[in-house]
């Protein structure tokens, strides 16, 4: 089993920043990809990012993309998402997540463990 304990959440200004962590514990080696979803109040679950074991490979939704950075760090089994120029459309419930099998996927059913969600609240 893996444990993921999302952090870093909080209430920010439009055009502000915020930088998520993700801290993952128990058997972590067997985590290929780690990722991000959000969840707005009345809307579905979306994905947000992605990230390969290696760094090498990522993966951003469209409303994300040159504002969010996804990294991790493996030595500490920590991920990270730093979120720039955020927007009141980014409120939301983001939720850490991470999957076993090999190659990014965006479709949150791919994703076997699931941290318990940061609340991220932008204003305008």
């Known amino acids: 089993q893996v444990q993921l304990v999302e952090s870093g959440g909080g209430l920010v200004q439009a055009g502000g920043s915020l930088r998520l962590s993700c801290a993952a514990s128990?058997?972590?080696?067997?985590?290929?990809?780690m990722g991000w979803f959000r969840q707005a109040p009345g809307k579905e679950r979306e994905f947000v990012t992605a990230?390969?074991?290696?760094?090498?490979?990522?993966s951003y939704a469209d409303s994300v993309k040159g504002r969010f950075t996804i990294s991790r760090d493996n030595a500490k089994n920590t991920g990270y998402l730093q979120m720039n120029s955020l927007k009141p459309e980014d409120t939301a419930v983001y939720y850490c997540?991470?999957?076993?099998?090999?190659?990014?996927?965006?479709?949150?059913?791919?994703?076997?463990?699931w941290g318990q969600g940061t609340q991220v609240t932008v204003s305008s």
């Open positions: 128990g058997r972590t080696a067997s985590i290929y990809t």
């Open positions: 990230i390969s074991r290696s760094g090498g490979s990522t």
């Open positions: 997540a991470a999957a076993r099998q090999l190659g990014i996927s965006t479709n949150n059913a791919a994703y076997d463990y």
